[in-house]
């Protein structure tokens, strides 16, 4: 009997801790609609909700790729920096038109996410050290290609930045449209599959005979893909290009999303729904504190306390 009382509250509180792992961020974003419903004025504006998917749109983008590289158990500190890559290329490269410059911007993010994860899958380097390599590289590089922010006037980008079709903004059906894809990789293809086998074990997957250097630096590939199109998406809202700031801190808002959102950063499970959720669980974070007159600085202390939390509710479960 006495073992039946002392198991009962650890099977409870084990299954407390899955609930909150999996479902906890979906909570978090309903309190905080309630809350702002209650106490903010004009949150409930149509206005306001675009504002809020248009802000978060790049950043949703960013954390699909982190996921993906979370997933094998890696981590890509450069996301922020290809972004900043990416609206230099545009910069550089839309005299040519918007769409060869847009081309460019991505081929420039295929390039350093495939150094990454040369660097990663063959070479042989920590994912942490190399990613934070060329988080410093690549925003020099984009310096160095575009020293100063350059406004941008070209009548696609500026559409793209701006416009709406059937009433929702067109970064907002990019980042919906690119979540749908990547849900589908992850659930259906046989490359998702791979990815969650890598970050599972490694070394079984080794075994079984998957192509894991391989599946590694496709995973470095498309994050570098994704972090520049949300380059592109963050460019053309601004109406400018600015290497200097862009994308700046963009790697703690995407490792935030994804952890929040259910993916665990010792890989073998990525959550693509959940760090959709979990990045809007940021942007209204950020909202809320902005709109009651708190620091900017608030948003960082609670991104690490969000973090710190959302790990250990991961450990305590295993």
Known sequence: MTEATTARPAFERAALLAWLQRYGVYAAVVALVLFNAAFTPNFLAVGNFRTQFVQVAPIVVVSLGMALVIGTEGIDLSVGSVMALSASMIALYLGYGAWPAMLMAILAGAVAGAVGGTLVA????????????LLVGIRGLANV????????RNPTLTALGSESALGVPLVVLVALALTLVVLFVVRKSTFGRQVVAVGGNRIAAELAGLPV???LLLVYVVSGVLAAVAGILASSRLQA?????LGLFMELSAITAVVVGGTSL?????RVLGTVMGALLMQLLQATLIKHNLPQSWTQMAQAVIILAAVYAARERR
């Open 122 to 133: 063959v070479v042989g380097v920590q994912p942490i050290v190399a990613t934070l390599a």
């Open 213 to 215: 250097r391989r599946i």
């Open 266 to 270: 010792t890989g073998g499970r990525v």
């Open 145 to 152: 290609l575009l020293p100063q922010l350059k406004e941008i």
């Open 241 to 245: 290009s600015d290497p200097t700031s």
